[in-house]
């Protein structure tokens, strides 16, 4: 007899992470992977990090193996102040705590801020772990559509005078994921502005701002906020030190408003009462060190490199069949097909060719163009980008073959 469990409706029929399914594909021998935005082994500073390890459980052992403080150990917080400072010019982040990776601060933010029914608006398309986060607390989700240069905030503010009331908008303004698009200092101001004249909160996350390799870096929010009056009290930053140091080390933070961060950490407390202190510590050493300024440059260059070998190899495949968004940093390149082939469908003919990347399908609240899809070059060496665009084209020219003749 079945056992007749009686889960949380929004777990009655819960929608794993389009991304975590494709990692089966990942053990695939020979599998060359577009797919995961997940950052280079090989540029891990494990020997930086190593050595942080080892001082620390020489000289605080007690510290780093007892439970800590829920809001982040004293080292830590104030070396991730001091982070945020030099981000955002210099000004003070006077509300700052520390969470288990930053995907830990937006599920807090939806666990004090919304009920169910609530709206959200998002980016179109979006990070779909924030979808499926706003879509198991039941929320109202408003694609707002972007472009080459991140949300339009004109679409944006036509929805509300239409009557939209969304209580929190969340985004990636730099790099985005999925488009590695950055939003223009114009639009920034832009959405600040209607934030604090329509009332919602503004969710920054800023996992990629770091990795700039080219074009002229754009202010966080949490800086332009503070060229506008009443913005601060609307927007929540979210940071993470999984794509600069180690994803490893689930180090993340949240600054924003006090009474927000204060019910942050009372949510915290139900849930994993404190981050690792021993990896807060290791990650307070480390950055104090200088270790993540000196290694930061090689991270940079590589992707950089990574990137440019990616979109030339995509070009000379593909021509003019294949537009691109260009990245100035980050992880991701965002590609769409203009001649009807449909990324979805075609991934199953990649696979058998080993290769993998992730169809633009999953980045989407509601229905979207099957042409688009996102392709990652972070982890993946120069070589295997060439080679992995090759087995691309020979999987297209398959599917497209296969179509015709049916």
């Known amino acids: 007899m079945t056992a007749a469990y009686r889960f949380n409706p929004a777990f009655e029929a819960p ?37 942080s390890a080892a001082t620390l459980l020489d ?10 403080a829920t809001e982040g150990t004293a080292v830590l917080t104030q070396t991730l102040k001091q982070l945020t400072r030099e981000r955002i010019g210099g000004a003070d982040p006077v509300e700052l705590i520390v969470t288990t990776g930053s995907q830990q601060g937006f599920e807090l933010l939806l666990r004090i801020l919304l009920q169910a029914g609530d709206c959200v608006a998002i980016e179109r398309p979006c990070y779909p772990a ?38 929190m908008l969340y985004l990636v303004p730099t790099f985005a994921n999925p488009t590695g698009a950055t939003l223009p200092l114009a639009r920034r101001r832009h959405l600040l502005s ?37 913005a ?39 849930g994993d009462l404190c981050t690792a202190p021993w990896m807060q510590m290791v990650a307070a050493h480390y950055l104090q ?38 990245p100035e940093g980050g992880m991701f390149i965002w590609a769409s097909w203009k001649d009807g082939t449909d990324a979805t469908a075609l991934l199953q003919q990649a696979v ?5 990347y992730v169809p633009g399908s999953a980045f989407y609240a509601s229905a979207a163009d099957a042409g688009h899809w996102r392709l990652s070059f972070a982890n993946a060496q120069p070589e295997d980008i060439v080679e992995g665009v090759a087995r691309l084209k020979k999987a297209q020219q398959e599917w497209k073959a296969a179509k015709s003749a049916a």
């Not at 000289?59 to 800590?68: D, E, M, N």
């Not at 604090?196 to 906020?225: C, H, K, M, T, W």
């Not at 290694?295 to 691109?324: N, Q, V």
């Open 15 to 51: 929608q794993g992470s389009p991304i975590r399914e494709l990692f089966k594909y990942t053990q695939q021998p020979g599998m060359i992977s577009f797919a995961g935005g997940y950052p280079a082994p090989s540029l891990f500073d494990a020997a930086g990090l190593s050595r």
């Open 352 to 356: 058998r060719h080993n290769v993998m």
């Open 130 to 167: 924030a979808i499926q986060a706003l879509r198991l607390a039941h929320a109202d989700l408003l694609e707002i559509p972007g472009d080459a240069q991140g949300m339009d905030t004109d679409a944006l503010e036509a929805a509300l005078q239409a009557g939209a009331r969304p209580k």
């Open 232 to 270: 601060s009290d609307w927007l929540v930053y979210l940071s993470s030190l999984s794509k600069t140091v180690a994803p490893g080390l689930r180090i993340g933070w949240m600054c924003g408003p006090a009474e927000i961060l204060r019910r942050a950490v009372i949510a915290k407390q139900t």
């Open 194 to 230: 209607l934030a604090v004249r329509y009332q919602f909160i503004v969710v920054e996350d800023d996992p990629y701002g770091e990795l700039r390799f080219s074009g002229q870096a754009e202010p966080p929010l949490l800086q332009v906020a503070q060229e506008i009056d009443g």
């Open 289 to 326: 060190a200088g270790c993540l300024q000196a290694h930061l440059p090689t991270i940079i260059a590589t992707y950089r490199e990574r990137c440019r070998i990616m979109l030339a190899s995509l070009k000379e495949a593909f021509g003019d069949s294949l537009d691109l968004i260009a």
């Open 59 to 68: 000289s605080a052992a007690a510290a780093c193996l007892q439970y800590g």
